[in-house]
């Protein structure tokens, strides 16, 4: 990777970061006498993480360089894919 990919790569990650701490921040003060809000706020971040590293995520990035490549099969939206996939999976199973 060159030089300019790396710092803004660096600088994407100290954004992500900052947004981060500054929310966490913000929730704190403002749940700071409702432990049951923050706590809420502890679940949903939670399970927006593990949201964001389901299998489908991280298949599109795979995708999305076949995509790239010219494979049609992939091509469409997210839901047309994972349809196409049960669909197949339905036919061949039985």
């Known amino acids: 990777m060159t030089q ?3 710092g803004r790569i660096a600088g994407l990650f100290a954004l ?3 947004a981060n701490l ?3 921040a913000w929730a704190l003060a403002a749940f ?3 432990p049951v809000l923050l706590g809420t706020a502890v679940l949903a971040y939670s399970l927006g993480l593990r949201h964001a590293l389901d299998a489908d ?3 599109e990035m795979g995708i999305r360089e076949l995509v790239a490549s ?3 099969y992939f091509k469409g939206s997210s839901a047309a ?3 196409r996939s049960v669909i197949s999976l339905s036919r061949y199973s039985r």
């Open 4 to 6: 300019g990919l790396n």
């Open 70 to 72: 010219g494979t049609t």
């Open 16 to 18: 992500l970061i900052g």
């Open 81 to 83: 894919r994972i349809s």
């Open 22 to 24: 500054a929310s966490w």
């Open 57 to 59: 995520h991280i298949a």
């Open 32 to 34: 700071h006498d409702y």
